[in-house]
């Protein structure tokens, strides 16, 4: 018998996914959730609602994803409905067959099926009920991590075998951005910025560091990291390592179970969501007031050279990209597994000579372009 109902519509968007943590948070800290049943609905949940933008609504903003929560006897059911035509569920191939590992496809329905106690599927398919027992017992937890391990082990086997683009839902990718007190990168950044009387260009150099100093509790009650960066100026005359560093300015960094944020220049973007998965989308001015802007996974996983050194794990964010016959702006981030960011790159080139076939970066006349290319990383 269901003691309390609640609804949440949410429109089709990547964004929806991401405040997924939210509402799970909540509602788990309302019935006194214990923490490894949180994890399990936050990720069963969120494989759902996945699905549902994505392969349901078809990222169609106009389409709904609804999420009801069901409080029964010692028992919590979420029901996420959207308003596709469906799928077939009853004929899904398993993930764990050898055949089937390489297989992208899949892997999020197996995942909320070894995470929840119940699964069950409505209306063709475009509606997903799961159900989760409180208290659960061990032997679930046990064997629902031995599941997990399971699939974990069998996509890093396979990355490793692929050369390729390859990301799977059960990898969330939160290695491509490690946080921990001490851990540093150190970046060689060029820029060129052109004068819009003479359109000389003039470059300038310098080396930065960053490195995660100290964790601390923020007013939103969270944990939070600071990010010091430190600058050496460019010298023809002396090396690097004869200059000493001097502190820049102070960044933050918050971490959440979907996603990575940051304050930069007290202004906040979300970095990166998780799953890291290719053609994901996000609003990553979506904590600031800078306007729309859509960040998207180009790829992930894939082997890349950065700056002469060579990353087996690395997945490319598009920030940002617009030319016209006389502009061009482009913004793109690289991160590497284990590592963090590795590459940066901020185009904003315009040109009123207008020479066919010449795009406006190689006559660019006014505005500037900055990249970061990583040079080592450690910690302290």
């Known amino acids: 018998m269901v003691k309390e109902k609640e609804l949440h519509v949410l429109p089709s968007t990547p964004q929806s996914i991401a405040h997924v943590e939210k509402i799970a948070h909540e509602i788990c800290k309302r019935y006194n959730v214990p923490e490894d049943t949180f994890g399990n609905i936050l990720i069963a949940v969120t494989e759902a609602v996945n699905n549902a933008v994505y392969h349901g609504n078809k990222t169609d903003k106009n389409k709904k994803v609804t999420i ?3 409080n029964q006897k010692n028992q919590l059911v979420f029901s996420i409905k959207d308003e596709g035509k469906g799928f077939d569920y009853k004929n899904l191939p398993n ?12 892997r999020g329905i197996f995942i909320i099926h070894q995470l929840a106690d119940k699964v069950e599927f409505k209306e063709n398919g475009s509606r997903v009920n799961i159900h989760f027992n409180l208290p659960i017992s061990v032997y679930q937890k046990s064997k629902k991590t031995i599941i997990a391990i399971f699939i974990l082990i069998s996509s890093i086997l396979i990355s490793c075998k692929k050369n390729n683009i390859n990301s799977t839902t059960t990898d969330f990718g939160k290695d491509y951005y490690p946080i921990e007190v001490g851990r540093y990168i150190v970046y060689d950044v060029d820029s060129t910025a052109y004068d819009e009387i003479t359109h000389i260009p003039t470059t300038y150099k310098y080396r930065l560091k960053e ?10 009650g969270k944990t939070a990291y600071r990010l010091e960066r430190y600058i050496k100026p460019y010298d023809s005359t002396k090396s690097y390592d004869q200059i000493s560093w001097k502190i820049k300015d102070v960044w933050t960094i918050i971490p959440y179970t979907n996603s990575i944020e940051k ?10 969501i998780f799953p890291v998965k290719k053609s994901a989308q996000w609003n990553g001015n979506i904590k600031n007031t800078l306007g729309t802007k859509n960040y998207t996974y180009e790829y992930a996983d894939f082997s890349e050279t950065v700056n002469n050194l060579f990353f087996s794990k690395v997945t490319k964010i598009k920030q940002y990209e617009y030319r016209t016959s006389i502009k061009y702006q482009n913004e793109v981030e690289k991160y590497a597994k284990g590592i963090g960011m590795i590459y940066k790159e901020i185009v904003d080139l315009e040109s009123q000579t207008i020479i066919p076939n010449v795009p406006v970066e190689n006559r660019a006349e006014s505005g500037f372009l900055y990249k970061m290319n990583v040079v080592e990383w450690g910690r302290e």
Do not use: C, M, Q, S
């Open 68 to 70: 009801e929560l069901f």
């Open 95 to 106: 993930p764990t067959l050898p055949e089937n590992i390489p297989k992208i496809g899949g």
């Open 211 to 220: 490195i995660i100093t100290e964790a601390f509790i923020n007013d939103e």
């Open 263 to 272: 304050i930069e220049e007290n202004i906040r973007y979300v970095k990166l």
